[in-house]
Nanobody
Framework: QVQLVESGGGSVQPGGSLRLSCAAS????????MAWYRQAPGNQRDLVAL???????EYADSVKGRFAISRDNGENTVYLQMNMLKPEDTAVYYC???????????????WGQGTQVTVSS
């Protein structure tokens, strides 16, 4: 069984910074893409940033230049550094990992439990 455990959420004033972490644990063969999504009340869950196993990165337009995604493959961890936070960044942030549990199985999608980020003065 694969588990994703997130940490680092909280409350911050506009213009502030937060760093989210998401660590994968359990027994598996490999992790492909890792990503951060967010969901505000009444909204759908949207992609914030994605980092592939080869290091390719993509960002939502709304966070380009402010957020940075990175990963530590040795620690099976993905990070999201969030700078210049705005009230509209307020949401529950979820990490997602595409995991190949064994060499011969197809890739399965796993989600973290979510961590609240609130940006307010």
């Amino acid at each position: 069984q694969v588990q994703l455990v997130e940490s680092g959420g909280g409350s911050v004033q506009p213009g502030g910074s937060l760093r989210l972490s998401c660590a994968a644990s359990g027994t598996f063969f490999a992790i492909n893409d890792m990503a951060w999504y967010r969901q505000a009340p009444g909204n759908q869950r949207d992609l914030v940033a994605l980092i592939a196993s080869d290091g390719t990165i993509e960002y939502a337009d709304s966070v380009k230049g402010r957020f940075a995604i990175s990963r530590d493959n040795g620690e099976n961890t993905v990070y999201l550094q969030m700078n210049m936070l705005k009230p509209e960044d307020t949401a529950v942030y979820y990490c997602k990992a595409d995991v190949r549990v064994t060499m011969f199985r197809s890739i399965d999608m796993y989600w973290g439990q979510g961590t609240q980020v609130t940006v307010s003065s």
